[in-house]
């Protein structure tokens, strides 16, 4: 079985997409076969869910779509809420088939989370349940921004209570007006029991492959470090 990544987020919108489309970058620039996955969406534009056609394009591996996103929902809100108001029940044990089916055909899947690691997907579980069951390692995006420190150590926390490894993490400046940017990153870097694993600087035209050369993923033994397979 291939190994993989789970990434999740201190919150919406920091760049998970981002660093997901760069560490398929990475490995595959490390000669390893690579595949990301959106267990869910939610957010269509024009026709499209824009997280899913970005990781699909940065995969060098092809899937069908149902393996890479099981379930794409329109409404941009909430899963959970998404899913109630599209009639949708949205099921781990359907993600998990999908992503065994991606180990099959990719020697790295890089499993993209929906908003921050505990985001509701049903009255049931969560976004952390659904980690836990695909088991990879964690990795954690935090969005470089005022009030990132406590929402960093808290996303932490919650990844650590499942008993899932956390990676390591990186820094993803946000917020280009950032005050004391470089010293909220040391501040993380003595609180986060996880090797930081790049800075990702502001930058509007960056390309993902110049953001992969960016990312130390020997800290990851290049895939190595899976904790059980899906």
């Known amino acids: 079985m ?15 997409t981002l660093v997901s489309r760069a560490l398929l970058h990475a490995f595959a620039a490390h000669g390893k076969t690579t595949v990301g996955m959106k267990p869910v969406v939610a957010g269509c534009e024009n ?16 899937a069908p ?3 890479i996103n099981p379930y794409a929902l329109i409404p941009p809100v909430a899963p959970h809420i998404a ?25 790295i899947v890089i499993v993209e989370g ?11 579980y969560g976004g952390g349940d659904m980690a836990l069951v695909l088991g990879f390692p964690v990795i954690l995006v935090v969005g ?13 926390q919650a990844v650590q209570a499942t008993g899932l490894q956390l990676a390591g993490w990186i820094a993803n400046q946000i917020d280009p007006q950032m005050i004391e940017f470089e010293e909220n ?6 609180r986060l029991a996880c090797p930081l694993l790049g800075v990702l600087p502001f930058e509007q035209d960056a390309t993902t492959q110049k953001f992969s050369a ?15 397979p899906c």
Not at 144 to 156: F, I, S, Y
Not at 214 to 228: H, P, Q
């Open 2 to 16: 291939a190994n993989g990544y789970f990434i999740t987020g201190t919150d919406t919108g920091v760049g998970k």
């Open 47 to 62: 026709g499209k869910w824009m997280d899913v056609e970005l990781l699909i394009a940065a995969s060098t591996v092809t």
């Open 65 to 67: 779509r149902k393996w």
């Open 83 to 107: 899913a109630k108001q599209s009639g949708v029940e949205i099921e781990i044990a359907i993600i998990l088939q999908a992503c065994r089916e991606l180990q099959n055909v990719a020697e």
């Open 114 to 124: 929906i908003g921050g690691f505990l985001v509701p997907l049903s009255r049931h």
């Open 144 to 156: 470089m921004r005022l009030g990132c420190l406590n929402h960093a150590l808290l996303t932490a």
């Open 185 to 190: 990153v040391r501040a993380l870097e003595q």
């Open 214 to 228: 960016l990312l130390d993923i020997a800290g990851l033994e290049l895939g190595k470090s899976s904790t059980k």
